[in-house]
């Protein structure tokens, strides 16, 4: 079948959970023998998104019509089924979610980030319910959304998504093998964290424990270096990927992760695959539901209190950290995509 993708967010542009789920879902779907196409930024002119450069917003978006009915007649030509998904609520998505009502074309979406959350942080100014009720209507036009975890579909439940629509929809991470330990001279205990140095990941919970050893962060953004001034006894190392990123995953003691919005966090699987305990806040739906998973098996430790829940994490089992993130394959997220898209 033919399985067009409607992204506002692209790895050309930006490497984030949402363009890295995309990118390994694109390679799965492949390997069962399916064709992945995108509707993308880089086939627009775009402007920077404000406080998130990285993210290109497209302009010229009178076109997606066009690139959708080209691909539906395409599928059409070769036989094939068609199929399509719009990865983000940005004007692309937004824009692609508008000629598929009006021409009755049946289509999915997925949930990714609250932004809701993130624009009452930045822009206070705009109610939060009015964003809120977007991110609904935009996603209750859909025949399946599909979500990261239990506790996100309950929370997008609250805010008017049609519950009977949602679909958990769980994500991979890249099972490379044993990685490299690296020799890092620091006191130890080490704590790491890995993501964007932004406001929404709540990193200065983090930079503020009083915590023995050293903090190490690895990743960019546009406060790194507001806090690399801010926290001289802190490391920033800058953004690292692969065989680098899993060595400083395995060489730590504890992955702390700040966030409170996370919708899934797929840094937390990366830190467990490497053997590293997870600590986090009790009630960040990204992390709750993965501790829910592990039935009390000892991979970290989530609590109000951010400083209990790394020290308590250093007591934690690698080996089960390790066992327990085998679950977590590019495979089994494709599956459930497949299964819960819509024919046309």
């Keep these: 079948m033919r399985i067009l ?67 539906m007649i395409e599928a059409q030509n070769n036989n094939e ?44 100014i705009i109610p939060e319910k009015i964003s809120q009720k977007f991110l609904s209507n ?7 959304v599909l979500v990261t975890t239990e506790s996100m579909k309950k929370e997008l439940s609250d805010i008017g998504v049609i519950n009977d629509k949602m679909v958990v929809w769980t994500r991979g991470a890249d099972h490379l093998g044993e990685p490299k330990k690296m020799t890092l001279n620091y006191n130890k205990p080490i704590f790491v964290y890995v993501g964007r140095i932004a406001l929404e990941k709540n ?44 060595s400083y995953f395995a060489s730590a003691d504890v992955f702390v992760f700040p ?31 993965i501790f829910k998973l592990a039935n009390g098996k000892s991979i970290g430790c989530l609590d109000k209190d951010l400083k209990k829940a790394a020290l308590t994490a250093l007591k934690a089992d690698r080996d089960n950290c390790k066992e327990f993130a085998k679950q977590f394959t590019w495979k089994r997220c494709a599956e459930i995509f497949i299964n819960n898209t819509a024919v046309n």
């Design 5 to 71: 993708i409607v992204t506002d967010a692209c790895p050309e542009h930006v490497l984030n959970g949402v363009t890295r789920s995309y990118s390994r879902l694109e390679i799965e779907l492949k390997k069962m023998g399916h064709k992945v196409s995108y509707i993308k930024p880089t086939q627009f002119f775009t402007v920077p998104m404000p406080k998130y450069n990285e993210i290109k917003l497209a302009i010229n978006v009178w076109k997606v019509g066009k690139l959708i009915k080209k691909e």
């Design 81 to 124: 089924q068609f199929r399509i998904h719009i990865a983000t609520e940005g004007p692309i998505g937004l824009s692609a979610r508008r000629y598929l009502g009006r021409n009755k074309i049946k289509f999915t979406t997925s949930f990714h980030t609250r932004f809701d959350k993130y624009l009452k942080l930045y822009l206070p």
């Design 138 to 144: 935009f996603h209750n036009k859909a025949e399946r």
């Design 203 to 246: 990193i200065k919970d983090f930079l503020d424990l009083d915590l023995p050893g050293k903090k190490i962060l690895v990743g960019t953004g546009p406060h790194l270096k507001k806090l690399t001034k801010e926290y001289p006894d802190a490391k920033f190392v800058g953004q690292k990927t692969n065989g680098e990123l899993a």
């Design 259 to 289: 966030s409170k919005t996370e919708t899934f966090g797929i840094v937390c699987i990366e830190s467990l695959m490497a053997g590293t305990p997870v600590a986090g806040y009790a009630d960040c739906p990204g992390t709750m539901d």
